[in-house]
Structure formats: structure tokens, C-alpha cells
């Protein structure tokens, strides 16, 4: 009787061990590995203000909106929705400051 029961302790902590070693190689595995990639304003906006009639101004802009946002919309103009902090920025008269 004493035998089983330690045999059954054994493979109780046996199976908490193998739980601990394993949620610890998981941790390992997936949590530093991960990085936020930042994205390239320049290009970003390079790609936005191409057809603007006001290149520079348009590309200064979309630089500063893109530095305080993380973020350009898709397309050379338009799809504001897309990046919600890129579309409520304004200017001190109330209009949309990002092109």
C-alpha cells in the first residue's frame, strides 16, 4: 500500500514538473522574440503626398502625423478612417491637420 502511494506521488509531481518546465519554454519562446516594427514615416508619406499639388507641404504634414501616430492610411488620399489618431489630428483652427 505505501508502494502505490508513492508511486503515485511521484508521477503527481513528475506531471507538475513537466507542467512547470513547459509553460517556462513557452514563456521563453514567444515573449522576447516579439518586436514592434516602427513604421518608416518617410516612405510612408513619400507614397501619401505623390500626387499632391503641394508636395512639401503635404509630405511635413504627413511626417508629423505619422512621428506623434505610428501610422499613414493607405492610398494618396482619403482612408483617414484606417488610423484613428491620424484622423483626429487638427489643426488650432479645426481643420484636418494629416493630408
Known sequence: MAFS????????????L???AEAHV????YG???SLLGIN???AC??????????NLC??????????????????SGNQEMCA???NQTTHGGKRKCP
Open 41 to 43: 514615416c518617410g516612405a
Open 59 to 76: 509630405h511635413r504634414a504627413c511626417g508629423t502625423c505619422c512621428a506623434r501616430c505610428g501610422c499613414v492610411p493607405p492610398g494618396t
Open 85 to 87: 489618431c491620424y484622423y
Open 18 to 20: 513537466l507542467h512547470v
Open 32 to 34: 522576447p522574440k516579439r
Open 46 to 55: 513619400l507614397a501619401r503626398c505623390q500626387l499632391s499639388r503641394r508636395p
Open 5 to 16: 502511494k508513492l508511486i503515485v506521488a511521484t508521477f503527481v509531481l513528475s506531471f507538475l
Open 26 to 29: 513557452v514563456t521563453e519562446s
